[in-house]
């Protein structure tokens, strides 16, 4: 599915400090039974947004007005547990562009990336760094610059550069998806294919 | 080939690397696709709304499993949401030329279970699903690892997806395992030891002579947690315990079809000089039958000990804290004895015959207790076919267990099996997280000998107490 270029994000986060956020909290498995990609942003952290009863968890970070932005911040391995992309869409849909944390797990991160979330891995020094000046002012700017690819408090310039390979760059840039680049070499695969022993 | 030492992981990668991208992933293609009910319906979308048809349908395998009932399948789905999808993978199969096993049909089940029993697993493949899971096929010595729907989408429209190759790591253990060490516990003590991150970017061979002498069933139990500490997939050599479970299944090669494939089969394995970029050693002596006591499965511990001090444990304090709370205990707290109302015996992890061997071996002449709610569901028609032509059944009903139907039920708790708000599951399934068993349920991962004893004391109980002196249930069962 076709998503949005990314190039400069600067933007207001909501931190989210806790580590090993996976990805039944993000998008519990009873939210699994839809067959179209709609609505997931509503179920996005439900368990630990909403009640039973449905009324909003008020001590919940995305409850908390003061907090509002496309960043997501979120604690050391973030996106662990099932290959369910619909963790990623409801990030998307809720509003977020860019997680940025210490450390992804890796199906997560390839989902992102190929929906338009993009994943940004920083130190674990600077991660608290962008915590801290949250916390001091919530509606501390971050830039996230993905020809460059740096991040950046805006407020203090403090700024770290951050890893993607050439091809999903690109991608992202253009809001290019991988099924474009299969179908143009699909001569090529069949030719594979014709050799393979299965 | 060239003659540089490579390691079997390297073999299969290589022989499906279409092209290479500079700076980029490589086109990898793939062997087997199998597909489920849950992540297909929005791929299957995109390729409508791009006008793309299915590749290579012969290579795609589905079967409904995550979301359907354990019981009573024989009547419509109820609930209205997982009959849609159930309709939709059954449609989506019929539209595009695909093998689909739906409820009811005999050959029906979880998709790592069915896959392996149907000969559809083979050495040396490339193997994919919607599901982390896919791990488990590993077991053969296939590369075999859960994707996206972009994914998904992208293999039923090319038969490949992009993949930037993973780093290599090699975990051996070796010795002998203890009593009532099975390999679930093998499994369990590998991860409490690496954390849910620390093979995160690698992809894992599993090696030495505890998994040399453990049975497939075993082998696919262990490939299928190594997700479970963010390595992509685990994967094993195969060998001659390989060749004879795949001999003779239904999709295995048959006549001069086989002997090739064997040839070639024998070939894979990580030449003596090969290097990895990480390696691990663990001593099976070390394992004892293991229990998970907080919210991921890397937080486990041999069933004697105490839950750790927060400060003996890796990362957060505060995180920490917050899944003893979530799970309702407390640091240096003893698991024996603990209260259990939830025993979950199934899943890809452990729904193989060998687990309910295993179940029934301990719940022998013994009863149920009282406080215990169980659900045993077979990962396939199959293994309930075998339940019943064993006689494990009759154990089952004379303890006062009943059997389930086939289907993923309680591991993710996405049809009715859920462990309500507040109570305490053992169940062999793979994940604890919050809520996975059903929301603000409490998961103990352990194996399905834990989970017997479990089922007929109501406490969490070391099951070498109830294991008789000569039967040896260990990592081969
Ligand atoms: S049993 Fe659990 S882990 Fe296995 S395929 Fe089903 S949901 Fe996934």
């Known amino acids: 599915m076709a998503y949005d270029k990314f190039t400069i994000l600067r933007s207001s986060a909501v931190p989210l400090p806790i580590e090993n956020v996976d990805t039944d909290q993000i998008i519990p498995a009873r939210f699994l039974k839809a067959t179209e990609r709609k609505e997931f942003g509503d179920n996005l952290f439900r368990d630990w947004r909403y009640n039973q009863d449905g009324t909003p968890k008020e001590d919940f970070i995305l409850n908390n007005p003061v907090y509002s932005g496309r960043i997501l911040v979120g604690g050391k391995n973030f996106g662990s547990g099932s290959s369910r992309e619909h963790a990623a869409w409801a990030i998307y849909d809720y509003g977020f562009r860019c997680v940025v944390s210490s450390f992804f797990a890796d199906i997560f991160k390839g989902n992102s990336l190929n929906i338009g979330v993009l994943p940004v891995q920083i130190s674990g020094e600077f991660l608290d760094k962008i915590f801290t000046a949250i916390e001091a002012d919530p509606k501390t700017e971050l830039e996230v610059n993905l020809p460059e690819q740096t991040i950046t408090i805006l407020a203090t310039g403090e700024s770290e550069s951050f890893d993607i390979n050439g091809y999903k760059k690109h991608n992202m840039l253009n809001g290019f998806d991988d099924i474009d680049y299969l179908q143009a070499m699909k001569d090529e695969v069949k030719a594979f294919a014709a050799s393979s022993m299965y | 080939m060239s003659n540089t030492p490579s390691t079997l992981f390297d073999k299969v990668w290589d022989a499906h690397v279409v092209r290479k991208i500079e700076d980029g992933p490589d086109v990898f293609f793939i062997d087997r696709h199998f597909i489920h009910e849950v992540t297909s319906p929005v791929a299957f979308l995109g390729l409508q709304t791009r006008g793309v048809d299915v590749m290579s349908p012969e290579r795609t395998f589905a079967t409904a499993d995550h979301n359907t009932p354990t019981i009573n399948q024989h009547l419509p789905v109820a609930d209205p949401l997982s009959a849609n999808q159930l309709n939709q993978l059954e449609t989506n199969s019929a539209k595009y030329g695909i093998s689909h096993w739906g409820l009811n049909n005999p050959k029906n089940g979880i998709v790592h279970v069915v896959g392996p029993e149907n000969g559809i697993t083979l050495p040396g493949m490339t193997i994919v699903c919607g599901d982390s899971h896919t791990s488990t096929h590993g077991a053969f010595g296939a590369i075999a690892f859960g994707i996206g729907t972009s994914e998904v989408e992208m293999v039923l429209s090319s038969q490949c997806i992009m993949q930037p190759k993973p780093k290599k790591m090699r975990i051996s253990v070796n010795g002998k395992l203890g009593r009532g060490v099975t390999p679930k516990d093998v499994a369990l003590y590998i991860i409490s030891k690496m954390s849910t991150s620390g093979a995160t970017g690698y992809f894992v061979e599993y090696a030495g002579d505890v998994f040399e002498n453990m049975s497939m069933e075993g082998r696919m139990t262990v490939c299928n947690m190594s997700i479970e500490m963010g390595a992509r997939g685990g994967m094993i050599a195969p060998d001659e315990t390989t060749f004879n479970y795949i001999n003779g299944r239904e999709k295995a090669p048959k006549g001069e ?37 907080g919210t991921n499965p890397g937080m486990g511990i041999g069933i004697s000990k105490h839950i750790p001090l927060s400060g003996e444990v890796e990362g957060g304090k505060s995180s920490y804290e917050k899944s003893l709370n979530y799970m309702g205990f407390h640091e240096d707290e003893e698991m024996i004895g603990k209260k259990v109302d939830y025993v979950f015996v199934g899943s890809c992890t452990n729904g193989r015959i060998e687990d309910f061997r295993a179940f029934a071996s301990i719940i022998k002449g ?63 399934s793979n994940r604890n997280f919050e809520g996975r068993q059903g929301p603000n349920s409490r998961t103990l991962l352990a194996s399905p000998l834990v989970a017997a004893a479990a089922a007929v004391t109501g ?19």
């Open chain 2, 366 to 428: 013994r009863k149920k207790a009282d406080n215990v709610t169980a659900w045993i569901v077979p990962g396939s028609h199959v293994v309930e076919q075998q339940i019943k032509e064993e006689g494990i059944l009759d154990i089952l009903h004379e303890a006062g267990f009943q059997l389930r139907q086939p289907g993923c039920s309680a591991c993710l708790a996405m049809n009715d099996d859920k462990v309500p708000a507040g109570k305490y599951a053992v169940s062999t």
């Open chain 2, 257 to 293: 079809a086989w002997e090739k494939a064997l040839a070639y089969w024998k070939t894979l394995k990580t030449d003596p000089e090969a290097s990895f970029d990480l390696e691990y050693t663990f001593d099976a002596a070390d394992i004892e039958p293991m229990i998970t006591y």
């Open chain 2, 459 to 477: 406490v969490v109980t070391d099951p070498r107490e109830l294991m008789e002196e000569e039967l040896e249930v260990s990592g081969t069962y």
